[in-house]
């Protein structure tokens, strides 16, 4: 005969028809029950201390789980020898596990010291006396306020048909899960960087109608340089759109998914649901595949947890709560740290800018927009350019020595003014040395023209050149020659060799030197 289990409600409809005043023959009828049955329980029952004559008063649920307890005391399947031998191996069964050796490892142990028990039973040993498999408790994550939190994911999708070249690209995707209404928004890319990053967020704002206040995500490169539990390093250029926008960043902890759960396993479901089965040529046809099943099909379905309609919660709930959505597109900046090369140029996004003379071999924090490139040391704007495209140069002439620029830039006309303060016939003469159609092949003589003015006076040298004008001789090599032998003006000053140290007076000797003359050949010398 099977065994027919008395359940609670049963247990205590007996109990209230009894203190009704039922007979238990009646009860046991009405509750298809035996009239021992019902004896047994109410025998427990006045062994508690109630009597019929009590009443329904006396019907608690403490009386209920007494009677329980007295009538169906705890059973269960008596242990086996597995069960000893598993008991008396505890130290070396719970060394093992404590060491991650699997279960099925340790029984193999066992079995070369002798030691024969079933896996099953090591199994339940394992799990009710070692906490084999036991977890930590889960506790769930509020939701939050409205429009105060979304959470961001990303990870691989399906690929896209082949293009003409039969090759196929697979892509990725943001995805973004508010908080509260689990409003989903995915954002398919080629690659993830932190541009895309920035496009995905403002394509997300736009699909939201708003911003949320936080935005959390997990440990990627593109957003977090350096993760930590407590000080995360984030990417300056995502840190200053997240200051723009007016978001605060939140990010996890590594290896922790319980931190962004709403989002965490959502990138097989949209990978299948989404993108499962469809065949888009492109990334464009991947995000209007995604916009529609983002606002159509998952935002019109009820959620599990909810149990409402992620759109409708969305715009009933949290849509007004959303700060203002963007009224401009955003500029993605670019920061490096470019080096200033000896010629002062520094290289940013392929095109480079002039630093002054100080700061040659040194590594400088720069910031490119599409408007300006600034640039800093040690938190110092130092200088600020307009924006050139990649190959070109930005300069500015204060940066440079004036006579190295002129030159660099091929600039003639500064020569020439420089010569004409020398005198009016050598800044004719500049001019006619870069006459030729290549002036810049002149440039040197016209150096070397200033050069011997500056040696020998303006007014020397600017004779000269009006005497080699008027016989049109240009050159410069030949004017060195003329001016050297010009005779009509005065030589140079000579210098003057000072008088040695060594060369003194006779006044400053100590004895004075006797005049003598020599004795002449045949003389008599001193007697």
């Not at 960043?249 to 590594?254: A, F, N, P, S």
Request: charged share 25%; aromatic share 8%.
């Amino acid at each position: 005969m099977a065994f027919r289990e008395v359940t609670v409600l049963e247990v205590k409809e007996i109990l209230r028809q009894w203190l009704a005043g039922v007979p238990k023959r009646r009860i046991a009828q009405q509750l298809g029950l035996d009239v021992k049955t019902v004896r047994r329980y109410l025998a427990a029952a006045k062994a508690c201390g109630v009597e019929q004559a009590h009443g329904a008063a006396a019907l608690t649920d403490e009386l209920v789980a007494a009677v329980l307890t007295a009538t169906q005391p705890a059973t269960g399947r008596p242990r086996g020898d597995g069960w000893a031998t598993c008991e008396a191996r505890r130290s070396f069964i719970e060394k093992h596990i404590d060491h991650g050796v699997r279960l099925t490892k340790v029984r193999k142990l066992l079995g070369r010291e002798g030691v024969a028990v079933g896996y099953q039973t090591l199994r339940r040993f394992a799990l009710e006396q070692l906490g084999f498999g036991h977890s930590p408790p889960s506790v769930p994550v509020a939701d939050g306020e409205p429009g105060a939190e979304v959470q961001v994911d990303t990870g691989w999708m399906t690929m896209l048909e082949p293009d003409m070249l039969g090759r196929r690209r697979r892509f990725r995707a943001w995805i973004f899960t508010a908080g509260l209404s689990r409003h989903r928004f995915v954002y398919p890319v080629l690659h993830e960087t932190t541009v895309t990053a920035i496009e995905a967020c403002e394509a997300a704002w736009e699909f939201f109608g708003g911003i949320f206040k936080v935005i959390v995500v997990d440990n990627t490169k593109t957003i977090v340089t350096t993760a930590d539990a407590l000080a995360p390093k984030l990417n300056e250029t995502f840190l200053e759109y997240s200051q723009a926008r007016g978001f605060v960043i939140d990010t996890t902890r590594v290896r922790h998914p319980k931190d962004k759960p709403r989002v965490e396993r959502s990138v097989q479901t949209v990978r299948d649901d989404c993108f499962g089965g469809e065949r888009l040529h492109s990334i464009e046809a991947a995000r209007d595949r995604a916009l529609r099943w983002c606002a159509s099909e998952y935002g019109c379905r009820r959620h599990s947890t909810t149990l409402r309609l992620p759109l409708e919660h969305f715009q009933a709930v949290e849509k007004p709560a959303l700060l203002p959505p963007p009224a401009a597109p955003y500029d993605v900046p670019i920061w490096c740290d470019p080096k200033v090369a000896p010629d002062q140029f520094a290289q940013v996004a392929k095109g480079l800018y002039s630093l002054p003379l100080d700061y040659r071999r040194k590594y400088l924090r720069a910031r490119a927009d599409r408007q300006l490139v600034r640039f800093w040391l040690h938190g110092q704007l130092v200088k600020t350019h307009p924006r050139v495209g990649p190959g070109r140069r930005s300069i500015d002439a204060a940066d440079f020595p004036p006579e190295s620029l002129a030159t660099a830039q091929r600039d003639g006309a500064f020569w020439i003014r420089k010569a004409r303060g020398h005198g009016e016939h050598v800044s004719r003469y500049a001019e006619a040395l870069l006459a030729g159609p290549a002036p810049w092949m002149k440039m040197r003589q016209v150096h070397r023209l200033i050069g011997l003015a500056e040696r020998f006076g303006g007014g020397r040298v600017d004779a000269s050149c009006l005497t080699a004008l008027a016989a049109g001789m240009v050159d410069v090599t030949r004017l060195d020659k003329l001016i050297r032998l010009d005779t009509r003006l005065a030589p140079p000053p000579t210098n003057v060799i000072p008088l040695a140290r060594y060369l003194r007076p006779p006044s400053q000797y100590a004895l004075p030197l006797a005049s003598r003359e020599r004795p002449t050949e045949g003389e008599d010398r001193d007697p």
